[in-house]
């Protein structure tokens, strides 16, 4: 049997202003990722974004973010180790409380914009943002992306004394090598709901994705990054979990996934 | 034996910004309100000052404000309970972090600034706190404004699910009714280092103050607010405590003073 | 012949937030309160937005709010005189600099959400409000409220040393007195269509207004006030100007129909 | 006869913080570099410190920067040239218009931190920003860093369509190339009171400043940066005037010299 989790990012609307259809997608996916007032989010928005996916029991996770709202936290930012791990600490923190006041467990930490951009690149910020989010709660999940550096990251989360997940993208093109084909070119994005549907299915089924020059990659990913930020976005999320679905992969959080797999391993 | 606590606004830093002589004042203190990045403080200066405290023996305690950085704080602000809940709950999970990063546990909450002003008038405000710090940890401990109002808020506080300790501000002058004098007001605030540190003693050795206008009053107070922003200030800190101790007044964290009344309770 | 201006709130989106549908909007007005930064709006935003007024001929103008994005400016705040001067000479100077890059002249400055409705009921703060206006450029005109303090307003600025227009609210319902029903009242905001757009052709043709009660009450205005944030407020607006337009009311910008003012008194 | 002018951050409070000794340090300068409101000040500080540089006769500069108050716009952010441009025309208009309102006329720009060390080395960010500022108003003088890249420099920003002035560091090293010595590099900064006035009148006197191998560098300065923030800084500066206009340097705001040198031109 195969499982596979489905994350989005939720809780990123500010004061007056609304991003994402949280309401909508909260049904089709199984992960939220919930913005924490640094890049997004307030602590309004924290409150009932927690409490749609306690309510829906999707396992409710930080998406911690640089501090600027402004650039919604996509632009990267020349910050020292010791800051990105108290950005990181702080952030979760927050959103944990909101999680005690909902009385859910907060599930996983993953890192937002131009954040998780830089630790895709880097392995000691990977460990500086591993060590913070351990400081915090060591049951917490860190998200990392799939591919090249996936056995390294790995080694380097459990070292600081949590799990890791890794998460593919089935909308963006991967190069041969196994990374994300830059969004500055063209072809990054996939737009194709039946295409994307179909790519999700064969990294869940196969743990196998087509690059962008047609070989086949292996690449093995616990999650799957969904969007759900506007209506096309919400329809492309249900097609994709109806595919899995219907090719019985069993979609569940990232949580019991990684208990899925330790039971493997105690057995 | 006669126990008292002494708390003081700490890790009221941001970024290239230093207010407070946190350093010097942390060894004459037993309890920290430490700034959590809306009014003040940021997730550096959040995690020093968990620190400082922790390496001093001072139990370290929340100081959630309004989101008003420019105004520190101070101003009043419109603002439903609703947000007041989750403004409390975001604040206190964030510094409860550090907490856990430096391996204590959180002891307290404080509101600040133009928020305590308004709680201290306002019973359904202190509710609203109350309900908000329980949702986070049932075992913090809520600080309220002792005198006219503390007997009620005792009885709220403790309906939330917590426990509360009421503070006395030696520095401060008090209306025979026991409220705060006005600072707006001439004699408002008591400069006199000896003054001080006898009003002090007054507070923690018979739970009485003389009122501006002579009289005698009752004011049961489990800890004392100083401040520790000028060398002066440290001084006065200084003093205030020697003062106490010398007069047989055992200075500890207002944790070990809820568990010592707890003890008696219980015998 | 009767003259009009058309206003309508502009340049609140953030960042990545967007609020408004300001390109839609824009070719049905004629006075655009483009937001400053404090409340909403931001750098990028407020340069698009100044172009975009002058590229519709439209007056562009100052929406200066409270430094609040978090309450979109809407949450009154304890400021005092100097705080509020400043952040309008703050805000103004900020607009101004972008009408100066685009080449146009900043036309007017309009209090945004609550420091407009602390001023609306305080003369103290409409004279703060216009002395900072005209301390930054005396050609600005100043937007007040229509209505029962409208005398009082119109000699405090003019004294400030500035012009000063009034706005009515087509879509709100007014007190026999000549004031706004407060929104927490069932009734206070107009919905129907027709009924908008009779109103604000009554406005402006008649200076009159029906009130709450059915009496009629004199109601002089130089500016409607509209909205552009939804499909069905677009449309309104558009209503809104074609009645006015059929009916032989003129519609032009604020600074106009001061002009046309002084014209007719100089004669 | 000589002339040289002496710049020095200034304005740099926000809310209840202080940075800057700015009432000891400003009858030593000549023009001032003012915070405005998005790495450091506030509108209250940016209109004293405007009025204090108004009644100093002291050149009142902008000091736009990044959007980081936490990190005090020193950290380097990834932002487009237009969101540069857009950030020093908002925060040039705002100082512009307390400058209105205190009856004196802006008189320069100069990057800071972050944004000055990037435009250092970037022609192509000298010229985003150059542009910018003669949008606002083509009176006012863009500071450039003196040395190598100066010629260069002059050639965009005049290009652009206003004036440049360059600016030199006598208590920082320099290398045989003429660019500033790393801070991170030992000797980067030279902290002796008598070497640093005495760099100063070399720079100020002879258009020379000897580099860190101690060969004599060609270094055409305008203007001389120095620091206010403490009182040995604000000792020092008062000595590097003082040892400047012993030897017949005259001291005056950049405004001036620019003046001087189209006098000269002109004859």
Known sequence: MKYIDINC??????????????????????????????????????????????????????????????????????????????????????????????????????????????????????????????????????????????????EIVENAGIQVVFEAFPDRAYTPEGTLVSRSKPGAVIYDPEAVAERALMMAAKGMIEAEDGSMLTLEADTLCVHGDTPDAVDLVRNIRETLEANDITVVPMAEIISLKQGKKAL
Do not use: W
Not at 49 to 73: I, K, M, Q, W, Y
Not at 128 to 138: C, E, M, Q, S, Y
């Open 9 to 154: 990012d939720m809780g990123e609307s500010f004061g007056a202003y609304t991003i994402g259809m949280d309401k909508e997608v909260i049904s089709h996916i199984t992960s939220a990722n919930i913005a924490c007032g640094f890049h997004a989010g307030d602590p309004m928005v924290l409150r009932r974004t927690v409490r749609l996916a306690s309510e829906n029991g999707v396992g409710a996770g930080a998406h911690p973010g640089f501090p600027d709202l402004l650039g919604f936290g996509r632009r990267k930012m020349e910050c020292t180790p010791d800051e990105i791990e108290n950005y990181v600490i702080y952030q979760t923190g927050a959103i944990r409380a909101f999680c005690n006041a909902e009385g859910i467990a907060l599930q996983h930490v993953k890192p937002h914009g131009g954040l998780y951009n830089m630790a895709a690149e880097n392995e000691k910020l990977i460990e500086t943002i591993a060590k913070a989010i351990a400081r915090v709660d060591r049951n917490l999940i860190m998200v990392c992306l799939a591919g090249q550096n996936a056995r390294r990251f790995r």
